[in-house]
C-alpha cells in the first residue's frame, strides 16, 4: 500500500483540530461570518488574526508591528496619489491599533492579578 504524505500545513490544522477544538471551531466560523457580510479577504484575514490573538494570548506588541506598517505606509500612498489604497491602509492600521490596545489591556489585567 502507498503511503499517503501530509503537508506541513495539513498537519498543523490536524493538530489544532486534536488539541484546541473549540479555537478552530471559532475561527472556522469568524472566516464564515466574514464571508456572510461579504468583507474582503483582507479582512476577513485581520478579523481571523483578531480571533486567534485572543485565543492564543498574542503580545500587543506583535499587534502594533503591523499597525506601525500601515501607518507609514499610508502617507507614502497618498504621495504617490494612491488616495483609495491610503484609505484603505488607514483602515487597517486602525484595526490593529485597536486590537494592540485591547490585547494590551488585557495583558495588564494579567499583570495585576499575578501580583495581587
Known amino acids: 500500500m502507498k503511503k499517503i504524505e501530509i503537508s506541513p500545513i495539513e498537519s498543523w490544522f490536524v493538530s ?33 488574526i483578531f480571533l486567534w490573538s485572543i485565543m492564543e494570548k498574542v503580545p ?24 483609495d489604497q491610503a484609505e484603505a491602509y488607514a483602515v487597517y492600521a486602525y484595526y490593529f491599533l485597536v486590537m494592540a490596545v485591547i490585547r494590551a489591556v488585557s495583558e495588564l489585567r494579567e499583570d495585576e492579578k499575578m501580583k495581587v
Do not use: N, Y
Open 60 to 83: 500587543s506588541r506583535m499587534l502594533a508591528i503591523p499597525a506601525l506598517i500601515f501607518l507609514c505606509a499610508t502617507p507614502l500612498l497618498l504621495v504617490f496619489e494612491r488616495e
Open 16 to 48: 489544532l483540530w486534536k488539541e484546541k477544538k473549540l479555537h478552530a471551531i471559532f475561527m472556522i466560523l469568524g472566516v464564515i461570518m466574514g464571508a456572510f457580510f461579504q468583507w474582503d479577504l483582507v479582512e476577513i484575514f485581520i478579523f481571523f
